[in-house]
């Protein structure tokens, strides 16, 4: 038997056939990047299959044509973290110049091997492409690594914060919001 030929780490416009994969990338990461009581609720409330459908949707129909999901692939061709990108719906941001990273997960188990780097160059790039000059990201305030990961490629904090969380209150997420130039 032959092994599958290795290319090169890469990343791309995620496929269709790729959102069950994203779900289980997506639950995996959640204990890193939420409190412990949301990542109870979420589980509880959210199954893979609808997860799975819901990137679905989002792959295959998006809202709009600059609304991307783009996936992080290992040189085995196994997915390794997933992007979203789209135009900001921030109240203080043209839409037609100022784009957002929605989404930014690596798998907690391909960390450290450059799938971030590549998926981050990736987000510029094809919010470059769909004409943006202007990109933010809002992130957890207290997330000093992602903080520390995009402040080496040039994002920095522009002042803006928001509290976000469950209708009913129970969990809360203060964020706040970082910005880069893409001229």
């Known amino acids: 038997m032959t092994e599958p030929a290795q290319t090169a780490d890469s990343a791309r416009l995620a496929m269709v056939g790729e ?35 819901a990137w ?33 719906d921030d109240p203080d941001a043209d839409p037609a110049r100022t784009g957002t990273v929605e989404e930014f997960v690596i798998d907690p188990a391909a960390r450290g091997r450059g799938h971030g780097s590549r998926l981050l160059n990736a987000c510029a790039d094809t919010l470059r492409a769909d004409g943006f000059t202007r990109a933010t990201w809002w992130l957890p305030a207290g997330d000093d690594a992602t903080r520390a990961f995009l402040a080496g490629a040039g994002w920095e904090p522009d002042g803006a914060h928001r509290e976000i969380g469950t209708e009913d209150g129970t969990v809360r997420i203060k964020q706040v919001r970082l910005h880069t130039d893409l001229g």
């Open 19 to 53: 959102a069950p994969v994203l779900a289980e990338i997506q639950r995996r990461a959640w204990p890193d990047r939420l409190p412990a009581d949301a990542v109870a609720r979420l589980s509880d409330e959210l199954g893979l299959e609808a997860m799975a459908q």
């Open 56 to 88: 679905e949707r989002a792959i295959a129909r998006p809202p709009e044509a600059r609304c991307r999901v783009l996936v992080a692939v290992s040189g085995t061709g196994r997915l390794a973290g997933f992007a979203v990108t789209s135009p900001s």
